[in-house]
């Protein structure tokens, strides 16, 4: 049994065994076919296409509850953050959200929003916990991860963003005692921390990499988003594997952080819906940082979960290529996951790889394989697959 994908304009490929790439150079775009020996029967018609490998997410808030869709008006009409976040607005919101929903309730909301995500070629993603915001809350959240992770097709790694915002009642240092605890007690995969003028500090930050260290967890931050903490060196000397956001990023860290083991997790659907500074990526991946894509999906700063919408914003405004885009989305974004990319996750596009940025907006794809499964086809794309 195969699925046999017949007569593709690009295939992507990058070279077996590496775990991520710091250039682009060696991702190849070229004519021909792929055949993946699975489980399943199918031949596909890939005549005017690129066969990509599925897209990895590994930066979402799933799950949580609800939406801020009013809250965007004011933010986008002028209203200025203080105000909205004394009316209650900002993280308390989803806080408020996700502990009046049902764990049925926030699990059918996440899990129609992992299928529209497979959809749109979102085969691997990432969820975090973070809207919780007491210790109850956080370890209820970091179950509902796990449950979804249980309901959705595609594998889901789950991150303990414990320290996202400081209670009500709590300073910060008090808080990280209460993180601490949930990182020890809570099933999850990676530890993450939002360092932020309004949040926690680079010292907090740095506790959290000796709890991540002592748990035998990944680390990784909410770093340099809103203001410049110089989070950086602090991120890798605990050895982070990855610093997420960075449109504040110091000019002085880009070298060092480049010539890590740490991914430079890139998020322009935040940028754009939360009017944030641009990351200095064309910089960045001219320097060899590992670059990666991802859509930040939440219900505050970047409520977009299409991965080729994301390629199309980073390419405008980063300077990318194509084939920069997608390695980022691709085989570097799977290595901030602890994971090799499947290569029986493959998309059929509905054009070549140059229509993903260039078509903004526009949901290219055609078919989705994951595991060796179609496991979605396009209703005006169904003429390509037979058996
Ligand atoms: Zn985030």
């Known amino acids: 049994m195969s699925v046999a994908i017949e007569g593709a304009a690009q295939v992507m490929r990058v070279p077996d065994g590496v775990p991520y790439l710091r250039s682009a150079d060696e991702v190849a775009l070229e004519p021909g076919d792929l055949t993946l ?9 890939a005549r005017g296409c690129a066969v990509i490998p599925g897209f990895v997410d590994c930066h979402t808030h799933l799950p949580f509850a609800g939406w801020r ?65 007491s210790r109850e809350g956080e370890a209820r959240s970091a179950r509902l991860g796990r449950e979804l992770a249980g309901r959705v097709v595609q594998p889901m790694t789950l991150t303990g963003l414990f320290a996202h915002a400081v209670p009500p009642g709590f300073t910060a240092d008090e808080w990280m005692d209460e993180a601490e605890a949930l990182a ?23 506790r959290m990499g000796r709890i991540a260290a002592a748990t035998g967890r990944p680390l990784r931050a909410h770093a340099e988003q809103l203001s410049t903490m110089r989070s950086v060196p602090v991120a890798l000397e605990h050895g982070a594997r990855s610093l997420d956001h960075l449109s504040r990023i110091h000019a002085d860290d880009i070298a060092p952080l480049a010539a890590a083991e740490c991914a430079a997790v890139l998020l322009p659907g935040a940028e754009l819906m939360n009017a944030e500074d641009t990351a200095p990526a064309r910089a960045l991946a001219d320097a060899g940082a590992i670059c990666v894509l991802a859509t930040d999906f939440n219900p505050g700063t970047s409520p977009i979960l299409s991965i ?18 997608l390695l980022a989305s691709t085989l570097n974004a ?13 998309l059929v596009l509905d054009g070549p790889a140059e229509h993903v940025p260039y078509r903004l907006g526009h949901n290219p794809v055609a078919v989705v394989i994951a595991a060796g499964e179609v496991v979605w086809v396009r209703p005006d794309q169904a003429w390509r697959v037979g058996r």
Request: net charge negative; charged share 30%; glycine share 10%.
């Open 37 to 45: 020996d699975v489980a399943a029967d199918a031949r596909i018609d």
């Open 69 to 133: 869709a009013e809250e965007y008006e004011r933010k986008v009409t002028g209203v200025p953050y203080e105000e909205i976040a004394r009316a209650g607005g900002g993280i308390a919101s989803s806080a408020r959200s996700l502990a009046a929903a049902s764990d049925e309730q926030v699990l059918a909301q996440a899990e129609r929003l992992a299928r529209e995500m497979l959809q749109h070629g979102t085969t691997v993603f990432e969820g975090k916990t973070g809207y919780g915001l």
């Open 184 to 206: 020890r007690e809570c099933d999850v995969d990676a530890l993450d921390i939002f360092v932020e003028s309004v949040a926690f500090g680079n010292e907090h930050l740095a």
């Open 308 to 325: 080729p919408l994301i390629i199309g914003i980073a390419v405008r405004r980063y300077g990318w290529s194509v084939r920069e885009a």
């Open 334 to 346: 799977a290595w901030v996951l602890g994971r090799a990319l499947d290569p029986d996750d493959v």
